[in-house]
């Protein structure tokens, strides 16, 4: 079992950038596929980035492509989410979430584990 707690939420203006952490505790933290996901009020939950257990691949949505870099640090059971030139449409609750599949999906059913999700606030 695997739980979750994001940081570095946050209220910021348009064009500025957070970065999003997401701690990790219980064992085998590198057997799990880990994603970001995103949900505003109204709205079902999407799909933001996702990253393969070692690191080396990594899933965007074509809505964050080239805005946003997910990482990971295995030695820390961390995963990061930087966004950059971020939007008022970016506003959203931000959960991370750990997935135990033999392949790294966008899909929220897919996920195991969810984080109690951080606030992200952007202004116009």
Avoid at 46 to 68: H, L
Avoid at 88 to 102: E, F, G, K, N, R
């Amino acid at each position: 079992q695997v739980q979750l707690v994001e940081s570095g939420g946050g209220l910021v203006q348009a064009g500025g950038s957070l970065r999003l952490s997401c701690a990790a505790s219980g064992r085998a933290f590198g057997n799990y596929d880990m994603g970001w996901f995103r949900q505003a009020p109204g709205k079902e939950r999407e799909f933001v980035a996702a990253i393969s257990k070692s690191g080396t691949r990594t899933y965007y949505a074509d809505s964050v492509k080239g805005r946003f870099t997910i990482s990971r640090d295995n030695t820390k059971n961390t995963v990061y989410l930087q966004m950059n030139s971020l939007k008022p449409d970016d506003t959203s609750v931000y959960y991370c979430a750990a997935d135990l599949t033999l392949v790294t999906s966008t899909n929220p059913a897919a996920y195991d584990y969810w984080g109690q999700g951080t606030q992200v606030t952007v202004s116009s």
